[in-house]
């Protein structure tokens, strides 16, 4: 089924916060997260703040919390850490914190990634969750990766436009009992 964006909608921007897990990267050579920032402002979102952590619990875990508790971000987006290695440990670091994990978000990521890299998806352990009523969508540290998971998934969840439901929209009623 393809994505429908109602362009009789009016779009809502997003503020988003962007973490770069990574021991070998820095700012300068972080093209993971380049690509989500080029991707996410292009497509019309807002972004607050961008940092990179090395793979330490502590480290991502207190940067998330600062995030979910800044009421001017409504999305982390995440990069990297979500392998198989020893040091790959952004998802113990965030789910955790989720309120309601979104297992949907996995399955369509392996499905997408399975058209770019074939079975080799089974290495990433991509996840999403909600944090009280902030979004956090966890995606590998390839630019590829980075690509699949924001151009099949991301830029129509987070489009209020989109068709017949979407995140966006949903964001004024997270915090309902």
Excluded at 10 to 37: C, H, K, M, Q, Y
Aim: charged content about 20%.
């Amino acid at each position: 089924m393809p994505s429908i964006i109602d362009e009789s909608l009016e779009f809502t921007p997003l503020n988003l916060a962007i973490l770069t897990v990574s021991d070998t990267r820095t700012l300068a050579t972080d093209s993971s997260g380049d690509t989500l920032e080029k991707l996410a402002t292009e497509a019309g979102h807002i972004l607050r703040q961008r940092t990179l952590l090395k793979d330490d619990i502590p480290a991502i875990r207190a940067q998330a919390e600062k995030w979910i508790d800044d009421d001017t971000i409504q999305v982390v987006l995440t990069t990297g850490g979500t392998g198989l290695t020893g040091r790959d440990v952004t998802p113990e670091a965030l789910r955790p914190l989720y309120t309601k994990e979104i297992e949907g978000f996995s399955v369509l990521f392996h499905m997408i990634s399975f058209q770019s890299v074939g079975t080799s998806t089974i290495q990433s352990r991509a996840c999403a969750g909600l944090c009280k009523n902030t979004l956090i969508f966890s995606l590998p540290g390839s630019g590829g990766a980075c690509k699949d998971g924001w151009n099949g998934i991301l830029k129509y969840q987070l489009d209020s436009r989109h068709m017949p439901c979407n995140f966006a929209e949903i964001f004024p009623r997270m915090l309902e009992s």
